[in-house]
């Protein structure tokens, strides 16, 4: 059996639904930074490996407890009517969160101890799960659903209500949350730190994943709630006690720059971590996959052929160059000649050029998809964008010229005009411009590659993306 058909594949590209993944996942240096418990939110372009990462931190070590909690089914309508309705409204839904992330550090302490439940804490934690939620394991639907909550003398009772009423109602009168669920929380977070300390757990490590697929989109109430959960987030780095409870917050760049609250920027610099790779670590990331299916002494390089594409180009930088430089593009270029190759041959050992050549066009067609997912709940109406430049003909093209064919071809509910369409274009890497270099150099600025350049409105050369050419049916200009 030749080497692709024991490859058989790269992997999925939604994470999501690889199931072999940590068996050839890649340890960066974003892994030591959740890990530290100084991060409070995961940034990356979609695909750039946040799942993967979340899928990674789903297991318990024995330097922390774990677990990787998915936000695609949210009840997102249910948590907005638990707002606290005496805090601001950019802290409106800190005190649900923090109680949620509570029951659930709860829930993950009392899962591994299973039934061997030895002291009074550990025993009044079991009790108020299982009183609100039927078991030791809620999940993230039900835990805000309650209306009311039932205490009792074996769980949390008497520190948080100081008398006997068998509890507290959830809702308040005024349709938010009532105003004892912080200090039910406190007990909580109280009582999670006492049971590490018996257990000696040092560390419990809860990762907020594939919260886009829950939202299509970030208007004001979702906004408050992202926001809220992130404060909560930062919240539990304050709290004192010999465990450090790490919630991790797994968000996509574009949702992150749409937020607005007053300590984004602090957050930025000291608890985000941006996922982030290049040439390098991408080819790091495939030789990981191929050792885990040849064995340890196979790359990247036993499976080409070395032959150089047009222009002395290795084949690595040529598939490198269609990328928007994340995993998910790599695993889908490569697994589309893996599969020309061995409908070539099944016995292939090794990729030639015309395999990567004819690799192109399927690649590029599923990267336009990927930005209609992307670019296209930003601005319904992008094609039209790039259609003006399929009109251009060539990948490099004028501002006169583009604005010229994009006007002509922009429909009546377009509200984009030609240098807002340009903008949009470049902040999601369909277009780059051209920027001088030093003395007298020049070189091609795309937002993905040089995520801190910023838009330049006076550009005046730009170039649709590589891994467009072939969808877009554009031809190259050598001089350039």
Request: with cysteine.
């Amino acid at each position: 059996m030749g080497y692709h058909a024991q490859i058989g594949t790269f992997g999925d590209v939604a994470a999501e639904e690889d199931d072999a993944i940590l068996s050839y996942f890649l340890k960066t240096d974003a892994v030591a930074q959740v890990e530290s418990g100084e991060t409070i939110v995961v940034l990356g372009r979609k695909g750039s490996g946040k799942t993967a990462l979340a899928k990674y931190f789903s297991s318990s070590t024995a330097d922390y407890l774990s677990a990787s909690l998915s936000l695609r089914d949210y009840p997102w309508t249910l948590h907005e009517r638990r707002r606290n309705t005496g805090a601001s409204e950019i802290e409106a839904y800190v005190s649900s969160w923090r109680y949620l992330i509570a029951v659930k550090t709860l829930s993950v302490l009392i899962a591994e101890k299973g039934t061997n439940l030895q002291t009074d804490s550990q025993r009044s934690a079991y009790q108020f799960l299982y009183d609100n939620y039927g078991g030791p394991n809620p999940t993230l639907s039900d835990i805000l659903r309650p209306k009311r909550l039932k205490l009792s003398k074996t769980s949390f009772l008497p520190s948080v209500m100081g008398n006997s009423l068998g509890g507290l109602e959830f809702e308040s009168q005024d349709g938010g949350v009532s105003p004892e669920i912080d200090a039910l929380t406190d007990s909580l977070i109280e009582c999670a730190h006492v049971i590490c300390g018996q257990t000696n757990t040092k560390k419990i490590i809860l990762g907020f994943d594939e919260l886009d697929q829950g939202l299509a989109s970030i208007d004001n109430q979702h906004e408050r709630m992202v926001v809220g959960l992130i404060l909560a987030a930062r919240s539990f780095r304050k709290h004192s006690g010999p465990a450090k409870v790490s919630p991790v917050v797994y968000l996509r760049t574009d949702i992150w720059d749409e937020l607005r609250f007053s300590d984004k920027n602090k957050i930025s610099q000291s608890s985000a971590v941006l996922l982030e790779w290049d040439a390098n670590s991408l080819l790091n990331l495939i030789n990981e996959r191929v050792k885990a299916k040849l064995g340890q002494d196979y790359t990247w390089t036993d499976i080409e052929d070395e032959a150089s594409m047009r222009g002395s180009q290795p084949k690595w930088n040529h598939v490198v160059a269609r990328t928007f430089l994340r995993p998910r593009d790599v695993i889908q270029f490569l697994n589309c000649p893996l599969h020309i190759s061995l409908t070539r041959n099944s016995d292939a050992d090794y990729f030639d050029n015309d395999d990567i050549q004819q690799a192109r066009a399927p690649y590029s067609r599923y990267l336009k998809q990927e930005l209609d997912d992307e670019l296209g709940p930003h601005w319904e109406k992008w094609n039209e964008a790039l259609q003006a430049c399929s009109e251009l003909a060539t990948i490099t093209f004028s501002r006169e010229d583009f604005v010229e064919a994009y006007t002509r071809r922009k429909s009546s509910n377009n509200q984009v005009n030609a240098d807002e369409a340009l903008e949009l274009l470049y902040q999601f890497s369909v277009v780059g411009y051209r920027r001088g270099i030093g003395k007298g150099g020049s070189g091609w600025v795309f937002q993905y590659s040089d995520p801190h350049a910023g838009w330049d409105n006076g550009a005046s050369l730009l170039k649709v993306h590589l891994g467009l050419k072939e969808f877009a049916k554009l031809r190259e200009e050598r001089n350039n």
